[in-house]
RNA sequence: GCGCCGUUAGCUCAAUUGGCAGAGCAGCUGGCUCUUAACCAGCGGGUUCGGGGUUCGAGUCCCUGACGGCGCACCA
């Protein structure tokens, strides 16, 4: 349990540092001093000051005054000088206070009124120090923000990875690799959204709040509209929708947003993530899979640089994956067959495959198909033992109940995953647009979910009726954002999501 | 859901066979005009996750509950 600190009502019950915090903010009340002022004249930042003065010689001035804000993070005291670090949002920086230049009595309030972890405002002479650290001399400081609570450990920070998760604000505040993840974030999504808007594609919004669930297999969270007085479901997928804009003309369309999974949550699943789906008219799988090489290569190339992929443990050990070049692409019978040393073809019966199974100590439900079989094969003997991005093509039609029969073997569906590290990053069908077949797919499902299947989809009449003004061919993608980070930093979900679900305190 | 490990000061972690609950950082007091994980001297700070039990004595052993991490299962 992470430590809230007690009740602050009752100042007596206040762990020492956060009651000596307080009495020191009601001194500086007393005093006249307002502890949370409405700005500050900042007039550069603190890597702005880096970049603007690189290479200034040790006990340089430049007679340049500047005023700069930040969070105090380091400090070090002296009888007439005291150093400290700022933080701001972009980097960090030393001031120095002499006495000469703050005066007698606001050196000496610095000394007692500020804590670690106070924001301030400085004014001063950008200078090196002897030592050779770019400084900003003041000659005057205001505190900005009055921070109440002591910060962690100043050299392993926040260590506990549900206390990181929790107070995320803390951790992004000690803890650099915080603020990088956050960054990288930005950018490759800021990157997928560029690859798609300059090849032509538009992005969409579709509801999140759906009366049918559909687009993938997973429970739903449900939720209740007082004005209908109905049921509704979270979305799992976007999918249904973004087929309905494929019929309405919109032929290059990809939507990035929140869905919504009633299952577990663990190192690599948060029950609401990021997802992008995109599809093309005219497109197929082939086609989404080059095109997803190429928007992972950009979004690779726009967070390290380059398309060596870089995976940092907690020791900080860096192991480096270079992922250029086009991918290996790797039929599931084909490979299937390879870890096993069988030969699994579309015609290898059920029977046969479970005896495989039993000796390669996959446990199967009984109740399960051919195809749920397979894909079982599939998960424990291909993906899980994958580290390199690989595409896993040619799924069973029957656990594909979206995609179109493959061209040549109408029992294997259109249909590639992408993995890596493990897990699935992505998947893609040459979309199923057939209504008469969908509908028929859909009733099967809808079958499984009266038979008990809560993760069968249900029957969206409407999805089909758009189906039935005909939907033009097209390869359509879904790729999991949270996963594109886990694959290009090595992290776990729950470093990639700024704040992952965790239980209520 | 199952298994293993963990929860000790604000933070990071110790505590031998069951024998006075400790250190570093942070805090407080004093010193120091070039420090930079500043340094030096002194001081304060604990519901050892909760509940129950065994024992002369429990952070430590037993039972039980909560929460977390990892692995398995399910999933993207």
Same mark, same amino acid.
């Given at each position: 349990m992470v430590n809230q600190g007690p009740d602050v009502s009752d100042l007596d019950d206040l762990p020492e540092q956060m009651r000596i915090r307080r009495e020191k903010l009601d001194r500086l009340r007393a005093e006249g001093?307002?502890?949370?002022? %409405?700005g500050f004249a900042r007039t550069t930042t603190l890597n702005q000051l880096r970049e603007d003065f690189p290479d200034l010689e040790p006990?340089?001035?430049?007679g340049i005054e500047v005023g700069i804000v930040g969070r105090v993070i380091l400090r070090r005291d002296g009888g007439k000088l005291c150093f400290a670090t700022l933080r701001d949002g972009s980097g960090d920086l030393q001031v120095m206070l002499p006495i000469d230049t703050v005066g007698e009595d606001r050196l000496k309030a610095w000394k007692t009124d %500020?804590?670690?972890?106070d924001h301030v405002g400085i004014i001063g002479e950008v200078v090196c120090s002897r030592r050779g650290e770019l400084s900003v001399k003041a000659s005057s400081w205001v505190i900005t923000s009055k921070c109440l609570r002591p910060l962690p450990?100043?050299?392993?920070?926040?260590?506990d990875p549900e206390a990181r998760v929790r107070q995320r604000y803390v951790d992004l505040i000690v803890r650099p690799e915080a603020r990088e993840m956050l960054q990288m974030r930005a950018t490759a999504v800021a990157s997928v959204r560029n690859s798609l808007t300059t090849r032509g594609f538009v992005e969409v919004e579709t509801p999140m709040l759906q009366a049918i669930h559909g687009g993938a297999n997973a429970r739903p969270f449900t939720t209740h509209i007082n004005a209908y007085d109905m049921e509704l479901f979270l979305r799992i997928a976007p999918e249904l929708y973004l087929k309905r804009l494929l019929v309405g003309g919109i032929e290059k369309v990809f939507e990035i947003n929140r869905n919504f999974r009633n299952e577990g949550a663990d190192s690599s699943h948060n029950p609401e993530f990021t997802m992008l789906e995109m599809y093309q008219a005219y497109g197929d799988y082939n086609s989404m899979r080059e095109l997803t090489q190429q928007v992972i290569h950009e979004a690779a190339l726009a967070v390290h640089g380059d398309l060596l992929v870089r995976h940092r443990d907690d020791d900080g050990q860096v192991t480096e994956y270079d992922i250029s070049g086009d991918w290996p692409v790797i039929p599931i019978n084909r490979g299937i067959s390879a870890a096993l040393g069988e030969e699994l073809t579309a015609d290898t019966e059920a029977d046969q495959l479970r005896t495989w199974c039993d000796s390669a100590d996959i446990t199967l439900d009984p109740g399960w198909g051919r195809g749920q079989i397979v894909l079982e094969m599939y998960e424990h003997l291909l993906e899980s033992r994958t580290t390199a991005p690989t595409f896993y093509t040619d799924f069973p039609t029957e656990v594909s109940p979206l995609t179109r029969q493959h061209?040549?073997?109408?029992?294997?569906?259109?249909r590639w995953d992408l993995v890596a590290f493990g897990s699935e990053v992505g998947t893609a069908y040459?979309?199923?647009?057939d209504p008469v077949e969908q509908r028929a797919r859909l009733t099967a499902q809808s079958l499984l979910a009266t038979g008990g299947d809560v993760e069968a989809m249900a029957l969206d009449e409407d999805f089909l009726r758009a189906l039935e003004f005909a939907m033009p061919p097209a390869g359509g993608q879904g790729m999991g954002i949270d996963r594109l980070l886990m694959m290009l930093t090595g992290r776990s979900i729950r470093e990639t999501v700024l704040f992952p679900l965790v239980r209520p305190e």
């Amino acid at each position: 349990m992470v430590n809230q600190g007690p009740d602050v009502s009752d100042l007596d019950d206040l762990p020492e540092q956060m009651r000596i915090r307080r009495e020191k903010l009601d001194r500086l009340r007393a005093e006249g001093v307002d502890p949370y002022p %409405v700005g500050f004249a900042r007039t550069t930042t603190l890597n702005q000051l880096r970049e603007d003065f690189p290479d200034l010689e040790p006990d340089a001035s430049t007679g340049i005054e500047v005023g700069i804000v930040g969070r105090v993070i380091l400090r070090r005291d002296g009888g007439k000088l005291c150093f400290a670090t700022l933080r701001d949002g972009s980097g960090d920086l030393q001031v120095m206070l002499p006495i000469d230049t703050v005066g007698e009595d606001r050196l000496k309030a610095w000394k007692t009124d %500020v804590d670690i972890g106070d924001h301030v405002g400085i004014i001063g002479e950008v200078v090196c120090s002897r030592r050779g650290e770019l400084s900003v001399k003041a000659s005057s400081w205001v505190i900005t923000s009055k921070c109440l609570r002591p910060l962690p450990e100043k050299f392993k920070g926040l260590t506990d990875p549900e206390a990181r998760v929790r107070q995320r604000y803390v951790d992004l505040i000690v803890r650099p690799e915080a603020r990088e993840m956050l960054q990288m974030r930005a950018t490759a999504v800021a990157s997928v959204r560029n690859s798609l808007t300059t090849r032509g594609f538009v992005e969409v919004e579709t509801p999140m709040l759906q009366a049918i669930h559909g687009g993938a297999n997973a429970r739903p969270f449900t939720t209740h509209i007082n004005a209908y007085d109905m049921e509704l479901f979270l979305r799992i997928a976007p999918e249904l929708y973004l087929k309905r804009l494929l019929v309405g003309g919109i032929e290059k369309v990809f939507e990035i947003n929140r869905n919504f999974r009633n299952e577990g949550a663990d190192s690599s699943h948060n029950p609401e993530f990021t997802m992008l789906e995109m599809y093309q008219a005219y497109g197929d799988y082939n086609s989404m899979r080059e095109l997803t090489q190429q928007v992972i290569h950009e979004a690779a190339l726009a967070v390290h640089g380059d398309l060596l992929v870089r995976h940092r443990d907690d020791d900080g050990q860096v192991t480096e994956y270079d992922i250029s070049g086009d991918w290996p692409v790797i039929p599931i019978n084909r490979g299937i067959s390879a870890a096993l040393g069988e030969e699994l073809t579309a015609d290898t019966e059920a029977d046969q495959l479970r005896t495989w199974c039993d000796s390669a100590d996959i446990t199967l439900d009984p109740g399960w198909g051919r195809g749920q079989i397979v894909l079982e094969m599939y998960e424990h003997l291909l993906e899980s033992r994958t580290t390199a991005p690989t595409f896993y093509t040619d799924f069973p039609t029957e656990v594909s109940p979206l995609t179109r029969q493959h061209r040549e073997d109408p029992r294997l569906a259109e249909r590639w995953d992408l993995v890596a590290f493990g897990s699935e990053v992505g998947t893609a069908y040459s979309e199923l647009i057939d209504p008469v077949e969908q509908r028929a797919r859909l009733t099967a499902q809808s079958l499984l979910a009266t038979g008990g299947d809560v993760e069968a989809m249900a029957l969206d009449e409407d999805f089909l009726r758009a189906l039935e003004f005909a939907m033009p061919p097209a390869g359509g993608q879904g790729m999991g954002i949270d996963r594109l980070l886990m694959m290009l930093t090595g992290r776990s979900i729950r470093e990639t999501v700024l704040f992952p679900l965790v239980r209520p305190e």
